[in-house]
């Protein structure tokens, strides 16, 4: 399982690709501002006002995320990634999809939830939350580093507590690593190893996966189910948080 390192310098794949993300709104302020803040955050933005431009250019172009509002004319959130889902001609078919909406109680976002959003995003919202969301896209973005030092030393209090601490955590998520295809994602014990193990990052600086942990538990507290593309990017997080705690092995 443990192979001799291949990673560069930084330990970190290239992800120099830049992102694409199309803005389905009919409110010309959220629109502006979804469009502007995906911008900042360094990812390529196109926008559209009602639900069939959405569906056309989702069927047309490959799109890494779709922000798509739940009340536009022609067609909302939840019917345009139904057409696209539908459609295996749709260059945005498979793409990670995101619910946005100013009005959303929980069953509502149960149900988008359900229907196959990866998330949902409650407006307003600031570029706080736009990261997060940008960190579902893909494995290699983050809106965190793997591990952040000072808030290690924050939490032991010393730089040997901090070592110690980082050397039990790294056996432990080996092991996780280990068993994680036996576990059941809506098992109790999945639920129960993600609970000890958000307390063990928060000790140790791990920042990036306390991150994905807190996406998985989200899912499951939204619906006891969890999203192929959420375990991606856990399974992911869980391999560089490995490698970083010991840059001397990579994790096939």
Not at 120 to 129: G, H, S
Not at 148 to 157: F, H, R
């Amino acid at each position: 399982m443990f192979n001799t390192p291949t990673s560069g310098p930084s330990g970190s794949p290239d992800c120099s690709n830049t992102l694409r993300v199309l803005v389905a709104d009919d409110d010309p302020a959220s629109r502006l501002f979804l469009v502007e803040a995906m911008r900042t955050l360094g990812l390529s933005a196109e926008a559209c006002n009602d639900g069939p431009s959405a569906i056309a250019r989702g069927r047309e172009e490959t799109f890494d995320l779709l922000l798509l509002d739940c009340r536009m004319p022609g067609a909302g959130a939840e019917e345009v990634l139904s057409e696209l889902r539908a459609d295996p001609q749709a260059h945005s078919g498979e793409s990670t999809a995101v619910a946005t909406s100013a009005d959303m109680d929980a069953a509502q976002r149960q149900q988008l939830i359900s229907s196959g959003f990866t998330d949902v995003l409650q407006k307003p919202c600031d570029l706080a939350d736009l990261r997060r969301i940008v960190s579902l896209v893909h494995p290699l973005i983050s809106t965190q580093p793997v591990l952040d030092d000072s808030q290690g030393l924050a939490s032991t209090g010393n730089p040997q507590i901090l070592q110690a601490m980082r050397s039990l955590l790294r056996d432990e998520l080996v092991a996780l690593y280990q068993e994680l295809d036996s576990l059941r994602p809506e098992s109790p014990a999945f639920a129960d190893r993600l609970h000890r193990l958000r307390a063990s990052c928060g000790f140790c600086g791990a920042v990036a996966l306390a991150e994905r942990v807190v996406q998985v538990r989200d899912c499951l507290a939204s619906g006891g189910r969890v999203p192929e593309d959420v375990l991606g990017r856990f399974r992911q997080t869980l391999i560089s948080t490995i490698e970083a705690l010991d840059p001397h092995v990579t994790v096939a």
